[in-house]
């Protein structure tokens, strides 16, 4: 599709309730949407890097600096005919994988909305709904921790992943086992141990958790294996897989049982439908990891969670844990069954509220052929 236009917007945006992890506590998210205007279509993309660099060494301001400087130009003006070609286009910029999946996502949207297929057609889902959980971020204390977790099992979460951190980990995971004996556990320590201090979360095996999520430094594959040898409970890599490649390494190494996979950390939808397609292949389960996305992101998250590799719920919530308003028409809402709908439209099949999307910007770029 001949690219006529690319407009950034970078975008703040009031949480519910603060989200703190072993990396820090955000009271907002910052992302960038990237609109692509070709054939009189508009085509959305979220770009799900945040203000610091805690999670991802990117960040807002690296994205926009990439996206401006090097993936527009490679873009503006010419004809990108689909995902392979537009990573064929990009492979030159080292790195800057959240930047590039932002793009590639408004690509689809563009693509889907050309051929009027869903995006859960065109990468291959079959699923009408998805398993779902809830991503629970550190609180003050394992009883506050309780009622939290508790609000969401009301809610309907039939799966809850707690943020855990050296010190706060084995006391908060085993109140809440104790308090909710039958509920899907896991855990997510976001890097924050050593292969030395994680012999803390050797009682982990005790808890019945589903999995353990990347325990050991981010761009670590060699000491999870070392880990996964001493711990019955099956560890997840998210942090350390940004490529198919690295999900080949992980489980060559034997470094992890499962795979949190998510677009934005891979470079896009296309690198992890690879990775989803090598790990149904080998027999590795595979789930949808989140980034507290906006409905923009989160209808592209459903679309790819429908792949039938994805057998254990996503960090795919309602929108309602998130945002009192988003910057889509849609929201997302939790049926009984702890799933959530995967959208049928055309492209991620989500509308932009443009009052809401203006009222959250910082700063707007128009980038146009020179
Ligand atoms: O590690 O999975 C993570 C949010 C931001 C950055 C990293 C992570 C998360 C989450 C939230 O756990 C998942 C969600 O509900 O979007
Ligand atoms: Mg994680």
Known sequence: MKIDSMILHHIRMPLVAPFETSFGRELDRECILIILHAEGLNGYGECVADQSPGYNYETTGTAWHILKDFIAPLMLGQDVKDAADFQNRVSGIRGHHLAKAGVEMALWDLMGKRDKKSLRDMLGGAQDKVEVGVSVGLQESPEALVRTVSDYVKAGYARVKLKIKPGRDIGDATAVRKAFPNIRLQVDANSAYTLETAQALKPMDELNLLLIEQPLFEDDIWDHHKLQE??????????SIVSPRHAR????????????IKAGRVAGLSQGVEIHDLCRAQNIPVWCGGMLETGVGRASNLALAALPGFVLPGDISASDRYYK???THERFSLNADSTIDVPRGAGLGVTIDEEALNSYTLARLELKPT
């Open 230 to 239: 001493q711990l019955r409970t099956p560890i997840c890599l998210d942090e």
């Open 249 to 260: 390494y992980a489980i060559e190494m034997k470094s992890c049982r499962i795979i949190n």
């Open 325 to 327: 308003r988003d910057i």
